[in-house]
């Protein structure tokens, strides 16, 4: 591993720091206080044209250096990034707290278009995701197929030139906000469960989708239910072979996965309870009382740095060529329960205060953040994978150990 930037890297480190402060709006260089609710995709649906404007001159910006999908093949409209160079690009963009651009669409629809769509789908739907016009949402997770999504129930019969497609899907992050819906769908319920499945695209306009949303405990609004009563979807919209989605699904593009977006994450987090604890806020801190509360907040700070070692040990394995297995799943289990301890932390600082959840009232501690994580981080360690689910692949892929 090495820490430090060679000369191409801190050249293109400094490109990216000076393309942030030239174009990133106003309005996104907020602290993480969210002035505005919902983001860069709530921001393209606003009432407000100013707001709508101001939503697309960032993408647009974005857009022209390929930078919307910066692990796309140039020809595809990406920047061809290598693994390093999109770990400095996700750094500096998570320490602006700049909001990012296409969602799925980027990270795991346009991959999986690049290798198995044909060329009419590439050519409808790639500009759009890289333009930022079009936003996916994911149909995987259903009410009996989370962890387990092979599992899957939602069933799409072949009627011609069509799909008739009936089922439900849960979880589904910013279905509300999306255009277009990438689905997986039971085509063969006979077959073994992973070789039934085929790999769908819908507009979520299309008649029979519903979209309903799944408040959370912070009464935030982020995911939602979705169900498909006789949704006809062509056949021209399926990506790859009938009864083969599942393999299409888990296509993905060689990007970085190391995670360094949580680790700055929770560096900020920590800066900003440590900042507000010893200034404005320090008669509502219960640092000065508590010895055990500074040791916590200590412990999480160097928990922080742990995290940063791991992002790094994985960008260093890509760097080389290497595959990261286990190694990410120890990152991914270490940064869900950072969050976790992290926001437990920053409650118990400002004890009473914490009840506060109105992030604009005078006695909301660093704008009610840690009352919103606290209650919100408790899916954490389920979403992305369960943290039960990252230990079994630590066990038997990392430490070697049988299975059962």
């Known amino acids: 591993m090495d820490w430090n930037d060679d000369a191409e890297q801190a050249a293109f480190r400094k490109e990216v720091q000076t393309f942030i402060d030239q174009s990133l709006p106003d309005r996104y260089k907020a602290d993480d206080d969210e002035e505005f609710e919902g983001g860069w995709q709530a921001d393209r649906r606003s009432d407000d044209p100013a707001i709508v404007a101001t939503a697309k001159s960032w993408s647009d910006a974005l857009a022209s250096k390929g930078w919307i999908a910066p692990h796309w093949p140039k020809e595809y409209g990406g920047a061809s990034l290598s693994p390093m160079e999109q770990f400095i690009y996700n750094m500096e963009m998570a320490k602006s707290g700049a909001p990012r651009v296409g969602g799925s669409g980027v990270g795991m629809l346009g991959p999986t278009l690049i290798v198995h769509g044909t060329d009419e789908q590439k050519e409808q739907h790639l500009s759009g995701i890289l ?5 996916w949402a994911q149909g995987y997770s259903e009410p009996g197929a989370g962890s387990d999504l ?5 069933r799409a019969i072949r009627d011609g030139d069509e799909y008739v497609v009936n089922g439900q899907k849960i979880w589904t992050s910013g279905a509300h906000q999306a255009d277009w819906l990438f689905m997986l769908a039971r085509t063969d319920p006979d077959a073994p469960k992973h070789r039934g499945i085929s790999f769908l695209l819908t507009p979520k306009d299309a008649p029979g989708i519903s979209v309903r949303p799944l408040i959370n405990m912070a009464w935030s609004h982020g995911f ?30 060689d990007y970085e996965r190391s995670n360094i977006t949580g680790a700055v994450s929770a560096r900020k987090d920590i800066d900003d309870l440590i900042a507000y604890a010893n200034g404005e806020g320090k008669d509502r801190s219960r640092l000065g009382e508590f010895n055990n509360l500074r040791l916590d907040v200590a412990d999480r700070f160097i928990e922080s740095e742990i995290m940063y070692n791991f992002s ?3 960008i260093s394995m890509q760097a080389r060529g290497l595959i990261p297995n286990y190694e990410a799943s120890t990152s991914k289990l270490y940064n869900s329960e950072l969050v976790q301890r992290l926001s437990n932390t920053g409650v118990k600082v400002f004890g009473l205060y914490s009840n506060v959840w109105d992030k604009k009232s005078k006695y909301s501690p660093v704008n009610s953040k840690f009352t919103q994580r606290y209650v919100s981080s408790v899916s954490a360690t389920i979403a992305a994978g369960t943290s039960e689910i990252q230990r079994n692949i630590i066990a038997t892929r990392g430490l070697g150990l049988p299975r059962g």
Do not use: K
């Open 131 to 135: 333009s930022g016009e079009v936003v």
């Open 150 to 154: 092979a599992s899957l129930q939602t």
């Open 224 to 253: 939602n239910e979705t169900f498909f009563e006789d949704v006809h979807i062509p056949v021209a919209n399926r990506v790859g072979e009938e009864n083969r989605g599942w393999y299409v699904g888990m296509t993905l593009l």
């Open 312 to 314: 790094f040990r994985i």
